[in-house]
């Protein structure tokens, strides 16, 4: 097994006596695209700078590919490629004397490899006007362009699909994979949007209020402790309650129809005794929990109350 | 280092500001230089033979109603006339060398100019966000820090030489070249007249005026990265810049006022003039100039690498 990427132990902040940040503890292995999900305000932008030394932990550390990010700074951050927030150009430069600028700070940056991330995110035609003039999702390309100019093992972006259209996420997701299957590198993404993650990442962490909740991969997490329930479409709810309870089984009221807690034999069962008694089904089918249920779940469900 | 430096200077002068700043200094400094040749021309019509001995009549009047320092300085003039006579060498005022030293008045505007780029140049990166892309990079803050620093320097260093090539060019034009080789005139401590190079006297005249232009700016850096916020930099070292003098005159009374920075940045009063202070010498005031510029410097370095990036 190759050693992780990333190994955080303990990490902690403080604001004053305010506690943002509360023992986080998680590893990311190579080539591992890691979700950090949580609600605003949870503590992914903290935890993500100090990942990248823009803040310093109060209690613990970070360790990338091996080197203390507190106490090794320059040779940690060699490893990483990060966007933190919104990737904050220098807007009176052009795209190109931006990577220039940023291709400079890093020994052994040649000018091929600069054109070639310039393709490879698809400024070729724009590069050399100002920033000024981008649109937001031109931005956004510049920014991944930037954080990949020194092939980094670790890439961090902090809501990378912000401000990018359906095209553009798509593409970010399909690139983000390539990315982490082709050339190994470990990637770790946050976001608030649960839909985007489950697309996007093996395995995701839930930070809320500053602690890391769990640790699941995807598909655990998204199948995990599913109970079985069918939605019946029918044509009058009322009388079908009736008919299910009177078969023990407790209904709810959807749009449109029931749902139950039933396996599928059961659910043919319950459709077997609706037709006997009259009631047209439209047709049934499984409900599926979806991610956001799940997370919400999770989290306390705190937008439910 | 090296490449950092480089990348700083590729910030400062891909921008428009930093051109209109040395398009006004290059307007001003030539406007300047007229200005000077009006006057001079005006008062120097006729021999200058003559307005010598004039003015050494004058001195000699002044003399027998003065005493002490005053004194000093105009027999020091009177000498130094006497021998301009004897030597044939005319005053320095409408030459070349006039008008370039003239110049150096302007340096005050050089200030003003390199403070609104030092204010802005670690603020600026704060304001605009640009920090945290600058410093995920495998350089050390302290270094990031030092390469702004010292590309700071070097813009006030590009004004400067502007300044003074500006100056001459002008002061040439209308003054004329041929005053190009004559001699600069001072009194030695062995109370006789010397001559030096005309240029060696203007570069120290220019290098005096740079000991308070690099304290302002390193305020104004360090003003930069304690605030984090351009436009208060800015605004903030510029008024430092305006009200330094004239405190030095409105709490001239209290005693402490001898340790305060813009009493002292001024090492010219030791050469020509007259120390705000009783006691005051040269080697106080520089011992006060690297006592500030430790604690600017340290300042800045120590809010810049140790606090964290929120914003």
Redesign the interface.
Known sequence: MDKPTVVIKGLTKKIGSRLIIDDLNFEVPKGEVFGFLGPNGAGKTTTIRMMVGLMKPTFGDVWIEGKSIRHEFEQAIRHVGAIVENPEMYKYLSGYKNLIHYARMIPGISMQRIDEVVRLVGLDQRIHDKVKSYSLGMRQRLGVAQALLHKPNLLILDEPTNGLDPAGIRELRDYLRQLAREEGISIVVSSHLLAEMELMCDRIGIIQKGKLVDVQLIQDFVTEGEEERYWFRISSPDEAALVIEGMGITAVRREQGLELAVTGEQAADVNEQLVKAGIRVYGFHPVKKSLEDKFLEMTGGETHV | MY??V??EN??IY???RTWVLVGLLVLASILFTIAFYAVNDYSSSGDWRERTQKDIETYHQTMASTSGMVEDQVSRMIKISEYRLEHDIPPQNNSIWGGTIAGSGLVFLVSIFTVIIAADIVAGEFA???I??L??????RAKVLLSKYLATLQFSLLLLVVLFLVSFVASGLLFGFKGVGSPYLYLGGDGFVHERSMIQHAFSTYGLKCVNLIMIVTMAFMISSVFRSSALSIALSIVALLMGDLLVVLLGKYEWMRFYLFSNTDLTQYLEGVPPFEGMTMGFSICVLIGYFLLFNGLSWLLFT?R???S
Do not use: C, Y
């Open positions: 490449n950092l480089r990348n590729m910030k891909n921008r428009v605009a966000g640009t945290k892309l410093l995920i990079r495998p350089a050390s140790k964290d990036v929120r």
